[in-house]
């Protein structure tokens, strides 16, 4: 038997467990258990631009109303009928919540493979390659909850800061991150402060709520944190970037209306009050900059044109090992992982991230693998 987890994609808190007899694979096929994965509210933001970007059509449930949700982990090759898949192969990459997947690989050579089923090949490649383990320089089996939980969001937080960079800062002096405490945020922040004392280094402040200012502070990678009550304090003579990350329409008005033509560029990446994501009228007679959709592998194929594939993986891999340090810092780590199994903690956890009510430390790790 197949277990996936189906969303209704008009509403995302209505959810059902399909549980169907498993096919037989056709040649040119593997079939891979899906060991663990990661859920994130990076993944509340795939469901709430599931249409928009295309996210539902990874793994289409059969059904127009309802999707999977894809997430980041590890699968392991359980059944093969591909010559370059052995069973037993272990690999990192794009999956559905689900206990398996059957692939299709193409393009495969020593370093990992492409899902090349007819349904995916239209669909952006930096979301259908598997990394074989055993090739992937940076892999730790001690580290694979690190890895499913941050190395996806941290390869976005990496491009921003390059886009933001690409473009000289807009011409701003600081960048305003809200949501400062999520994991996405902060691994922006993170890299945006490596530029410290170089020249044109803007700089990082973060908004949060309340009940995460405390853990936010302790990062250590902003320059300042402020409260969402508190935007009275935000320096409005400097202009600035608004890097969104909260998908709220309330606070994006308000930081427009109080920098307007100082606000250089805004632009949205996540969605944590993905509820509000297609408000009618939100960004309707905004002062400044129209706010535009951040889209990370855009500036990806922007930087393997100019560095080349291995080039972009090198600086990124530089970046993540020395995000790894205080991330998994022996004394006062960025990151605890939470592991669950099973339908009812993955539902649990799933409803956590859509109410907001996860801790900013936690990282859940989860299974549906027997």
């Not at 990192?92 to 299709?104: C, F, K, M, R, T």
């Not at 492409?114 to 074989?132: P, Q």
């Not at 970037?241 to 008005?253: C, E, N, P, Q, T």
Request: with cysteine.
């Amino acid at each position: 038997m197949t277990l996936r987890m189906l969303i209704d994609r008009h509403d995302l808190r209505s959810t059902r467990w399909d549980d169907t007899p498993a096919r037989a694979l056709a040649d040119g096929e593997v079939r891979f258990r899906v060991d663990h994965f990661a859920l994130t509210a990076n993944n509340i933001t795939y469901a709430a631009f599931g249409d928009a970007m295309h996210y539902w059509d990874f793994f289409p449930s059969g059904d127009p109303a309802t999707g999977c949700l894809p997430v980041w982990g590890f699968g392991t090759a359980t059944e093969s009928r591909h010559p370059d898949v052995a069973v037993g192969e272990h690999v990192y990459g794009y999956w559905p919540i689900a206990d398996e997947l059957i692939v299709q690989p193409a393009r495969a050579n020593a370093a990992g493979f492409l899902d090349g089923a007819e349904h995916r090949r239209a669909l952006h490649t930096i979301y259908n390659h598997y990394v074989r383990c055993a090739a992937d320089p940076g892999y730790r089996a001690e580290r694979e909850a690190e890895q499913a939980l941050l190395r996806p969001l941290f390869t976005t937080s990496f491009l921003i800061d390059d886009f933001v960079a690409d473009n000289a800062g807009f011409g701003a002096q600081q960048v305003l991150l809200s949501s400062a405490s999520s994991k996405t945020a902060y691994g922006t922040a993170f890299c945006l402060a490596q530029r410290r004392g170089q020249s044109g280094a803007l700089r990082v402040v973060g908004l949060t709520s309340p009940a995460n200012l405390a853990f936010t502070r302790s990062l250590g990678c902003y320059d300042e944190v402020l409260t969402y009550d508190e935007l009275a304090k935000l320096d409005r003579g400097s202009p600035a970037v608004y890097i969104d990350f909260s998908g709220s329409a309330g606070l994006r008005r308000q930081i427009h209306e109080a920098f307007d033509t100082a606000l250089m560029h805004s632009c949205s990446v996540g969605g944590t009050h993905w509820d509000e994501l297609g408000a009618k009228g939100a960004n309707r007679d905004l002062p400044g900059p129209r706010p535009t959709l951040f889209f990370a592998p855009a500036q990806a194929s922007k930087r393997i044109e100019q560095w080349g594939a291995a080039g972009l993986q090198q600086r990124l891999a530089a970046a993540w090992v020395a995000f790894m340090q205080p991330v998994t810092s022996a004394q006062t780590p960025w990151l605890k992982v939470v592991s669950g199994q099973g339908r009812q903690a993955v539902e649990a956890v799933y409803r956590e991230l859509l109410d907001g009510r996860t801790a900013p430390q936690d990282g859940h790790v989860l299974s549906l693998a027997a």
